[in-house]
Nanobody, 119 residues
Framework: QVQLVESGGGLAQAGGSLRLSCAAS????????MGWYRQAPGKQRELVAE???????KYADSAKGRFTISRDNAENIVYLQMNSLKSEDTAVYYC?????????????WGQGTQVTVSS
């Protein structure tokens, strides 16, 4: 099983930037796909972006052009650089990891970090 520890949330003004980090540990940490999800009050958890172990990325439409996901494979850390923040980006952001060939049974989640964007 993989353990995930997130950091970097907080308060930002609209138009500002924040960077989230998620450190993975465990025997599968170097081969997992890692991603960021978010959940706003009263809404379902949704994908923001994810990155495979070889650097293939996927973004939600709401994140394209503003957010960048990257990965340090040596340290097993994934980053989410969020620029041009909007009030609608306010949510709890969760780091997720999984093994693509295993599926949902391999899911691991971080504890979540609050991002609040003030307009």
């Amino acid at each position: 099983q993989v353990q995930l520890v997130e950091s970097g949330g907080g308060l930002a003004q609209a138009g500002g930037s924040l960077r989230l980090s998620c450190a993975a540990s465990g025997s599968d940490a170097s081969i997992i796909t890692m991603g960021w999800y978010r959940q706003a009050p009263g809404k379902q958890r949704e994908l923001v972006a994810e990155i495979t172990s070889v650097g293939t990325t996927k973004y939600a439409d709401s994140a394209k052009g503003r957010f960048t996901i990257s990965r340090d494979n040596a340290e097993n850390i994934v980053y989410l650089q969020m620029n041009s923040l909007k009030s609608e980006d306010t949510a709890v952001y969760y780091c997720k990891s999984y093994l693509p060939w295993v599926g949902a049974s391999s899911n691991s989640w971080g504890q979540g970090t609050q991002v609040t964007v003030s307009s």
